[in-house]
């Protein structure tokens, strides 16, 4: 199977119950629920994406043509930052991750040490088995993916609310406020929601604040 990604890189995890955890992140290009075109905004069905998946430009991005492929330089880029050869983790984030992954991506990286996660809207079903699974709902509709490890929900959205996932099969719950220009006011609303509602944990883009990708 062939892969398109934008980039892959080593950083902490800024997100969710990793939170501050080393991991290689490998973001796949292209998403369905937006072109990733500014000109597009407006009509897309997820709007307020804040990251760049177009094309294959960035820091270790690129076509790669088999899952040996793209699992070897994924171990690469762990063992070229990272003194240990334990404790490997991937996140396979976007765009939207599920277009691409496969089974066979995941057994070539487990048999190099990786534990694998990723983190999807939930709209596409997986075809692979992975370690851990993140569900980001963006749009009002059933998921393909109604279980996993976290349901992390970008809050307020228009169309949906914590309300409508809080019975779903997920071990953690957490609301992350939307950035942008009303973000002191979204994370008000978020903290206050958490308060009310212990079911749901506040989680912050800590990366923005530290300063890494």
């Not at 993916?145 to 949906?160: A, C, Y």
């Not at 978020?190 to 749901?200: F, R, S, V």
Request: hydrophobic share 35%; aromatic share 10%; with cysteine.
């Amino acid at each position: 199977m062939k892969y398109s990604v934008k980039e892959i890189y080593l950083t902490l995890q800024g997100e969710g119950s990793h939170a501050g955890r080393a991991a290689v992140f490998c973001r796949f290009s292209g998403c369905n629920l937006w072109s990733g075109k500014e000109s597009d905004r407006l009509s897309a069905e997820c709007q307020f994406c804040d990251t760049d998946f177009v094309g294959t430009d960035g820091k270790g991005g690129g076509k790669f043509n088999s899952s040996e492929e793209l699992a070897g330089t994924i171990n690469t880029e762990w063992e070229r930052n990272v003194d240990l050869n334990s404790f490997k983790l991937v996140v396979f984030t976007g765009g939207e991750p599920a277009l691409q992954i496969s089974q066979e991506l995941i057994d070539t990286l487990r048999t190099l040490g990786f534990e694998c996660a990723i983190e999807t809207n939930g709209t596409v079903p997986l075809r692979a088995t992975l370690d851990w699974v993140t569900v980001s709902p963006k749009i009002l509709g059933k998921l393909a993916v109604s279980s996993g490890h976290e349901l992390k929900l970008v809050f307020p959205q228009k169309l949906i609310s914590p309300e409508m996932y809080r019975d779903l099969h997920f071990k953690y719950f957490f609301l992350q406020p939307m950035d942008g220009i009303d973000y002191k006011e979204n994370l008000k609303l978020t903290i206050a929601y958490c308060l009310k509602n212990p079911q749901w944990k506040l989680s912050i883009q800590t990366h923005k604040y530290i300063g890494i990708d």
